[in-house]
């Protein structure tokens, strides 16, 4: 069975300050991993993926995620936040050899202030 | 936006009753899977449907169900409603060709209250 961790589920920072948002899975197997974006009162939109390959993987709105496999985590990074990056953000795991089904962390809740 | 369309956004129930939700799926996706969120917990897998038949199942009872017509639009089902059942239900559309490429469209999700 798959499961994901995220280690803060509320972060503060201020306006243009970098942040990192910690994620850790369990898996007996190999993974995808992703990270999705909750904005208030909408569902969610896909930040970014990794599948295979390189292990620093870029997203939409200046996001990056870095794949650690032997210390089984995908932090997700932004040098400088704005306002606008104010949501929830999910981990997700799924199996490559099975269905598309996610198995999501709790969330993180990431404010900005200004 | 995904392309991805549920109805109704919201709607209020009471404990015992029925509710059937609905989605249209992302032109060009043949597959569908529905999520129940809690409030402030991740969203939860029920169940998802390739060729109008379940294709796997989360721990849900019986008492949630699902159809997927030949248009690849959806329905989920849920009968005799507990008061956790209060809950964002989020649609998701994707392509299956055989290999999982793990991306799914949300929908924005039909906000569920029972009293």
Request: charged letters at 15%.
């Amino acid at each position: 069975a798959q499961s994901v961790t995220q280690l803060d589920s509320q972060v503060p920072v201020f306006e243009e300050a970098p942040v990192e948002l910690r994620c850790n899975y369990s898996s007996s197997v190999s993974v995808y991993l992703f990270w999705y974006v909750q904005y208030p009162n909408q569902g969610l939109q896909l930040l970014l993926k990794y599948l295979s390959g390189s292990t620093l993987v870029k997203g939409i709105n200046g996001f990056e995620a870095e794949f650690n496999k032997s210390q089984t985590s995908f932090h997700l990074r932004k040098p400088s936040v704005h306002i606008s990056d104010t949501a929830e953000y999910f981990c997700a795991v799924s199996d490559p050899e099975g269905a598309q089904k996610l198995v999501f962390g709790q969330g993180t809740r990431l404010t900005i202030n200004p | 936006e995904t392309g991805v369309t549920q109805s109704p956004t919201h709607l209020i129930k009471t404990r015992g009753q029925q509710v059937t939700l609905r989605c249209s799926s992302q032109s060009g996706h043949n597959t569908v899977s529905w999520y129940q969120q809690a409030l402030g917990q991740g969203p939860q897998f029920i169940f998802q449907y390739y060729r109008e038949e379940e294709n796997g199942r989360g721990n849900f009872p019986p008492r949630f169900s699902g159809l997927q017509f030949p248009n690849y639009s959806s329905e989920l089902n849920v009968n005799a409603l507990e008061l956790d059942d209060s809950a964002l239900y989020l649609c998701a559309s994707s392509l299956w060709q055989g290999t999982n490429t793990g991306e799914l469209f949300f929908g924005e999700g039909s906000r569920l209250t029972v009293l």
